[in-house]
């Protein structure tokens, strides 16, 4: 994906940091559906379908810190 979208841009950025994020989320809900028991309530289930859609927000936010952040340490001389 970086090498479609690029690697610094904004754009680059938000997509690759919420497409890793929320696939990690997906994975920790593929996973944690693994190990409840089938017996489990439909509540429990679509809290963690819930929390897959945490991650991708989350990943999206972190996304925004990490290109500031970034840009900051790039333009003050720190990272080349």
Request: hydrophobic share 55%.
């Amino acid at each position: 994906m970086s090498r479609i979208v690029g690697y610094r841009s904004f754009k680059a950025v938000m997509i690759n940091t919420t497409l890793a994020g929320g696939l990690v989320g997906v994975f920790s809900v593929v996973f944690g559906v693994l190990f409840v028991p089938s017996t489990a309530s439909q509540f429990a289930l679509d809290l963690m379908l819930a929390f897959t859609g945490i991650y991708f927000v989350e990943s999206a936010i972190m996304g925004v810190v990490s290109y500031y952040l970034g840009n900051f340490l790039i333009k003050s001389g720190v990272l080349h």
